[in-house]
């Protein structure tokens, strides 16, 4: 996982969480991420979180929001998870589940530049 401890506590957690994506997850994934030329893995363990989507060669983690994620709680939580994860020399894309369902070109736009400017040279065509 390109340097980055996996952790295997976290491993069946991460199994579970694959089979009940949700929509708007679901949508990012089949729709984009999936057939994306750099290979993206879902839910996968970092530390001691599990990250929605990951891409270890632009060191790019693509999160999608529900609900819960707005709430005071939430927000505390997301705000110490970004931090660790920027530790690691990683970049944190959030998107709300509003913005897949109402915007998803944009959404898919904005992860392609993103790992396009994080992976400088890489020749990324898309079929």
């Not at 069946?12 to 990012?28: F, I, V, Y």
């Not at 839910?43 to 270890?56: E, L």
């Not at 898919?108 to 400088?120: L, M, N, V």
Request: a positive charge.
């Amino acid at each position: 996982m390109s340097g980055l401890a996996y952790n295997t506590e976290l491993q069946e957690r991460a199994r579970s969480l694959r089979g009940s994506m949700t929509p708007q997850e679901c949508q990012l994934w089949f729709q984009f991420l999936r057939s994306y030329p750099l290979r993206f893995r879902r839910q996968r363990p970092i530390g001691n979180y599990i990250v929605d989507f990951y891409c270890a060669r632009a060191k790019l983690v693509v999160e999608v929001n529900g609900y819960e994620h707005f709430t005071d709680k939430g927000r505390r939580y997301d705000v110490r998870r970004k931090e660790f994860l920027e530790s690691l020399g990683l970049k944190v894309l959030r998107f709300s589940d509003g913005d897949i369902e109402r915007d998803f070109d944009r959404v898919c736009r904005c992860i392609d530049a993103e790992t396009r400017a994080r992976c400088p040279g890489l020749n990324l065509k898309r079929e």
